[in-house]
């Protein structure tokens, strides 16, 4: 079990979830653009309740 479980946009800390009209749409903050929760990108950033899982359960970054 390694950092590719946490790699999600949903754990990134610049994943944004905007409602609008009672739609919902998922939103980096830092590409500037729509994404889904379980995409990957290479700029993962992990929110810092993430790290702190990922440290306790022993996992590098």
């Excluded at 009209?21 to 998922?26: A, K, P, S, T, V």
């Excluded at 939103?27 to 440290?55: G, H």
Aim: proline share 3%; with cysteine; glycine share 4%.
């Amino acid at each position: 079990m390694g950092k590719e479980q946490y790699h999600y946009c949903a754990t990134c800390k610049h994943f944004r979830v905007l409602k609008n009209n009672g739609n919902i749409h998922y939103f980096c903050s830092r590409l500037k653009y729509e994404t889904k929760p379980n995409y990957q990108f290479n700029c993962w950033d992990p929110k810092e309740a993430v790290v702190k899982i990922m440290q306790k359960r022993g996992v590098e970054l």
